[in-house]
């Protein structure tokens, strides 16, 4: 879906994409055309498709990411050999990672998931501000749901990229902790960002734009609050959406399988040993799919399980 709304300023749009890709945003102006964040590697024809049609015969100037999660970087490889002059930025925590491209500590392999490797010219700095379209935009730090992420800020108009550290409801999966690091506090430091720039209008990393952001920040912060009080909820939480980002990208697999792969994803191994030992592997895992069942997230037919909502 793309979004142009009167919300947003002149040369802003908003490839809304859902949750196997992150929105991606192109900026375009004067001094040329930017996109925040490319999608997942298995929409990168579509995200090809949206960006042709958006730019209107222009090139693509720069290519920035908020974070390096697959789903926000996943269609840089594509987009680089389209578009061979174009400049990538990235942010500096795991700059090292991408340039000998070491897909464990980029958490691709921890997470079971696809990035085809890409490179990068620069960083995008924490604490600068970068010409994007005709406006000059702030890049702030935003840790929490990735230690490394960044979100965008232009000043004039009060419009915030805030990546996944804000949704309309919510944010994303606290990664950190999933690891053993304590990260809490950094997502609510991250939310007390947000609600000191005071944006207008927010583009979140996923799902519409919106303009009722304290509703989001109170909805937010109560959901940290219920993660801080019982942890393991979270972390219950967090194996489920990395199953259904898994039947997001297959769609349909069988049972077997599906199993198979949660059992060589070395997140998942490591959220069993440190939390679940007690429950026989396939069992635990099986219990993830069957609440995805019942929310509506997943369907079981025989063998097989699909996708669904």
Known sequence: MTSQAPILPAGV??????????????ICGQAGCALVDSGYSTHSAQTLALLEAGLQGRALDL???THLHSD?????????????????????????FVQIWNPDALTYTPTGQTCPPFRFD??????????????LWQVHAAPGHDPHSVILFEPQSRLLISADALWERGFGVIFPELEGLDAFDA????????????????????????????????FARARLRGFQADPVKHIQHAAKVLLKFKLLEMQSQTLESFLAWAQATPYFVQIHRTHFVQTEFSQWADGLILDLVRVGAARREGLMVHNAG
């Open 13 to 26: 749009t908003v490839f809304e994409r859902g949750w196997l890709s992150s929105n991606n945003v192109l």
């Open 63 to 65: 290519l920035l990411n």
């Open 72 to 96: 926000h970087c996943g269609g840089n490889a594509a987009l680089q050999q389209a578009y061979p002059h174009l400049q990538t930025r990235i942010p500096p925590g795991h700059a090292a």
């Open 122 to 135: 620069a960083v995008l700095q924490p604490g600068t501000d970068i010409q994007l379209g005709d406006a």
């Open 187 to 218: 997502v609510a430091d991250t939310l007390d960002l947000i609600e000191t720039l005071s944006p207008a209008v927010v583009i979140p990393g996923h799902g519409r734009v919106f303009t009722d952001v304290a509703p989001s920040l109170a």
